[in-house]
């Protein structure tokens, strides 16, 4: 199973951007799929998360100016980000917990991410 993001960028304050990330390899299921960042010097923290029924989770600094969706069929989930900040600048991961049999547990999984920077 691998996650391939993709969408990162320069972009001046204010602006917007819209990443993704999709699955590929021998998946039964995706449950909750979402977002990290990673800036310099900082811990990694979570930016939103999606359930594969379509229930969102914010983190304070994302509420209304970014939006994670999913598309099951294609087994992709986005991020768009709206009104960006030079705060936002950092690395950004998706992540989901991906099932690779019927019977199976399902186990976490990371893209390579991708870096997002916001200039003032």
């Known amino acids: 199973v691998q996650l391939q993001a993709s969408g990162g960028g320069l972009v001046q304050a204010g602006g917007s951007l819209r990443l993704s990330c999709a699955a590929s390899g021998s998946i039964f299921n995706i449950n909750n799929m979402g977002w990290h960042r990673q800036a310099p010097g900082k811990q990694r923290e979570l930016v939103a998360v999606?359930?594969?029924?379509?229930?969102?989770n914010y983190a304070d600094s994302a509420k209304g100016r970014f939006t994670i969706s999913r598309d099951n069929a294609k087994n992709t989930v986005y991020l768009q980000m709206n009104s960006l900040k030079p705060e936002d600048t950092a690395v950004y991961y998706c992540?989901?917990?991906?099932?690779?049999?019927?019977?199976?547990?399902?186990?976490?999984?990371w893209g390579q991410g991708t870096q997002v920077t916001v200039s003032s």
């Open positions: 999606i359930t594969s029924g379509g229930r969102t």
């Open positions: 992540n989901a917990d991906i099932q690779v049999g019927w019977l199976l547990a399902s186990e976490n999984y």
